[in-house]
């Protein structure tokens, strides 16, 4: 039973990175039907980010995090505007191909700055570890917990209480008819890329404080973990990322704990297999409107 | 100088012309109809007066109090900030959105507040959204919709979700309405409602209509003047007795079963 518990913390708290990555996937995909798979390099991009706003700039650790949110917002919306804003009337397919692009020019870039080699993300914090009658907790999964925990109090009133939010539904229902009732499209969808860039940098500086290190490929795997997150909860809505990405979490860490030697390494299979059986059961995901595309 | 002066205006897909030197004027205050069998371009005239389509060559003059403004220079977003408005041949609600977001989101632009604003100046924030959704209530309270408010649009019966669009689309604060064809689909009794809903609120907010329209009973009986189109081009102009009569009308008409 603790032991279960304590598969359950670390679940939580990597599932908080998933869901925070999670929610750019959906908002983006909400609001222009595109997968933008650059994402997971943004998250990565912030990791570098907020370690160099804490070594160079030498700013406090919450400083750094903001700094790191701002900067990658402002990448996020670069990108948006160059690469996909003049696709926005072209094939879907287009667009998803650019974006693939996208993320291999900044894994490059960021190789060829930073280097090949992992860089190390220096410890702010000294990590304590409670030990709750067999339960323990270290103090920086309750940081991950937590920051992951307000930014989505932000998000959801954002996207609830603000004309803002109010622009990105609608938007995302029927952008013709928006534009018709005075709702600048275009802004409105640079906003969302820099609200989900920003949440996926602060993923990117959580986790890089975490493991104590950056190196240009770390994005790829949880990029592509918190697209199935994002696939489980149902592509397209908020609660459903943030469901799927704890529920991704919470599985690998189970599968991690209890696979023993014989399950355990393959604990990403096993998040690609959900997202494969996901397909095939329910293609729109726990959340997901079941919509047919127009023709 | 009349609220709406288009000059000359053509539009065209490839080698058609769906739009073809079209020149008309409309005068604040006036209730008129635009008219034509199907394919006449009525629609696209919409469009292009709305900015969904650049004209091909002409322009649209709107007159905002002592400023003679080109609308076919702007961007569909600022012309409905200009005081235009429109509603579609199709219901497009947000559908998933409640009644009263919907109108909100058509007010949004006079939100004075932004993503900062909202995070940073709480006060600021609470006062322009509290005002919204005092002047939302508000106007759904003149539409007769405000008993509604909470509910999603998808889930109003047909007559009720065609009178939310006109709503919305004067919440924006338009002083110029474009209706395309809003009784379509409608039975006699709900034709008759909108026809009345029309009339109020055209006096009630001192607006200026144009509106397309299939139901000649309709047009007939509300419309002041009438422009007929006929394959893109403006065949007729005059009061509703005047186009009846209009030989060249008749004409566009024959075979369709319309009685003029």
Redesign the interface.
């Given at each position: 039973m603790l032991e279960f518990l304590n598969q359950i913390i670390n679940g939580l708290s990597l599932g908080s990175i998933y869901a925070l990555v999670a929610l750019g996937y959906t908002m983006v995909y909400g609001i222009i039907r595109l997968i933008n798979f650059a994402h997971g390099e943004i998250y990565m991009f912030g990791a570098f980010a907020g370690m160099l706003a804490i070594t160079v700039l030498r700013l406090p650790f919450f400083l750094a995090l903001i700094f790191a949110m701002v900067v990658s917002a402002l990448l996020g919306v670069v990108i948006e505007r160059v690469a996909y804003k003049p696709l926005r009337k072209s094939t879907k397919t287009a667009a998803l191909i650019t974006a693939i692009g996208i993320s291999f020019l900044l894994q490059n870039v960021t190789a060829m700055v930073m280097g090949n080699n992992t860089s190390a993300f220096p410890q702010v914090f000294d990590q304590k570890v409670y030990d709750l009658g067999g339960i323990r907790i270290n103090s920086l999964q309750i940081l991950i917990f937590g920051v992951t925990i307000v930014l989505m109090f932000?998000l959801q009133?954002?996207v609830l209480?603000?004309?803002?939010g109010?622009?990105m539904?609608?938007v995302a229902?029927?952008k013709?008819?928006?534009?018709?009732?005075?709702?600048?499209?275009d802004n409105t969808i640079t906003?969302t890329f820099a609200i989900g860039s920003a949440l996926a940098a602060a993923a990117g500086v959580l986790i890089g404080l975490y493991h104590i290190r950056v190196v240009f490929w770390m994005g790829t795997a949880p990029g592509l973990k918190a697209f199935v997150a994002a696939v489980f909860g149902g592509i397209g809505s908020i609660p459903g990322a943030m469901i799927g990405g704890f529920a991704i979490g919470l599985m690998e860490a189970l599968v991690a704990g209890y696979g023993g030697t014989m399950w355990s390494p393959y604990r990403d299979a096993v998040v690609y297999l959900l997202l494969i059986i996901v397909l095939l059961v329910k293609p729109s995901g726990l959340l997901g409107k079941n919509v047919k595309e127009k023709v | 100088m009349s609220l709406l002066q288009i000059e000359k205006l053509t539009r065209n897909f490839g080698g058609l012309s769906a739009v073809s030197n079209v020149s008309l004027a409309v005068e604040e205050h006036e209730l008129v109809g635009l008219i034509g069998p199907n394919g006449a371009g009525k629609t696209t005239l919409f469009n292009v007066l709305t900015g969904v389509y650049t004209p091909s060559s002409g322009r649209v003059m709107f007159q905002k109090g002592d400023k003679s403004i080109e609308l076919s220079k702007l961007p569909p977003y600022k012309i409905t900030r200009m005081g235009v408005a429109r509603t579609f041949q199709n219901i497009r609600l947000f559908k998933e959105l409640s009644v009263l977001d919907n109108v909100k989101i058509a007010m949004n632009h006079e939100a004075r507040y932004g993503l900062f604003g909202a995070l940073f100046r709480i006060g600021q924030y609470f006062k322009s959204e509290a005002l919204i959704e005092e002047k939302a209530h508000a106007f759904l309270k003149e539409v007769n919709l405000d008993e509604l408010a909470e509910t999603k649009a998808k889930n109003l019966p047909y007559g009720k979700q065609r009178q939310l669009e006109i709503a919305r689309a004067l919440a924006t604060g338009a002083k110029l309405l474009f209706l395309d064809e809003p009784a379509a689909g409608m039975n006699p009794q709900e034709t008759h409602a909108l026809t009345s809903f029309i009339k109020e609120i055209k006096e009630k907010m001192n607006l200026t209509i144009v509106l397309i329209e299939h139901d000649m009973s309709l047009v007939m009986e509300i419309c002041e003047r009438i422009f007929v189109l006929d394959y893109g081009k403006l065949i007729a102009s005059g009061t509703p007795d005047e186009i009846k009569n209009n030989p060249r009308v008749i004409e566009a008409y024959l075979g369709d079963e319309v009685e003029l």
């Open positions: 932000l009133f954002i209480k603000t004309k803002l109010r622009a539904r609608a229902v029927d013709d008819a928006s534009v018709l009732m005075g709702v600048n499209v906003i | -």
